[in-house]
């Protein structure tokens, strides 16, 4: 387990603390859940998932010490994996998670003195966030599409193939970018954005972070959820011979019983 002599005192410190541990579990959650689910044996004893600012994850037990120098995370995650659907598995998990992220970085707040502005500020730039829950559940995807005009929406969207997007493609690929997303504006403002600003709200499935124009993508054929190539570790020249690009959590869905 990580030890606990890192401790961030700014508000951007705190935050940037917040992103790592996130980041950490959602990869656990997403694009490594097989080798997760294998961790959390229910014959084992009161399993946690941490997750750390470098953006790594454990699973492990909970900290000896009485009381310890961080919160700690949900006990016992591993007993209930059995006992349910994977999926609702995962989004429990993932709730506990969200938690857990917000008592660390409150933790820190309260501890290194965050006056009322500074906590506010905090929370805000915390809440910019999707939760690790709406990453896993697909709900953050579902509030894009819900925002999205479904004339615009329909006339940019294709799905004849499976999915991809790379910045120097220039359609070489068989496969679409990410759909973009408008952006509500005032009558007075410039519409010629450019393709990250049109397609910034699109969220990596496995590392929750937004789309950018000079990074490569892919999408699920099942999920329909898209990823960093280097998240799913997919190169553009791999996803050229994939007829139907299935993604680590659909995968595994599919191989286990």
């Known amino acids: 387990m990580e030890a606990a002599a890192y401790n961030p005192r700014t508000v951007e410190e705190v935050f940037r603390d917040f992103k790592g541990r996130r980041a950490g579990m959602i990869k656990a959650l997403t694009a490594e859940v097989e080798d997760f689910y294998q961790q959390c044996d229910p014959g084992k004893e009161n399993l946690c998932l941490y997750g750390f600012p470098s953006e790594q994850w454990e699973v492990n037990l909970p900290a000896e010490e009485v009381p310890p120098e961080l919160p700690e995370p949900a006990l016992g995650i591993n007993f209930a994996r059995d006992g349910m659907q994977e999926k609702d598995w995962l989004s429990l998990v993932a709730v506990h998670s969200d938690a857990w992220l917000l008592s660390v970085a409150f933790y820190f ?102 789309y950018a124009s000079d990074e490569f993508w892919i999408c699920c054929d099942i999920c329909e959820k898209w990823f960093h190539g280097k998240c799913v570790k997919i190169t553009p020249a791999r996803a050229e011979h994939i007829k139907q690009y299935k993604c680590p959590s659909c995968s595994n869905k599919r191989a286990r019983p």
């Open 109 to 210: 707040g309260a501890r290194f003195g965050f006056d009322k502005a500074d906590r506010k500020r905090l929370f805000n730039m915390i809440n910019d966030l999707p939760t690790i829950f709406e990453v896993v559940s697909g709900a953050a995807k579902k509030n894009q599409k819900e925002k999205i005009a479904v004339s615009n929406h329909s006339s940019t969207k294709s799905k004849s193939n499976s999915k991809v997007r790379d910045p120097d493609s220039q359609g070489k690929y068989p496969k679409q970018q990410p759909p973009p997303l408008p952006v509500m504006k005032d009558d007075d403002e410039e519409e010629d954005d450019d393709d990250e600003d049109e397609h910034g709200e699109t969220l990596c499935g496995a590392c929750g972070e937004n």
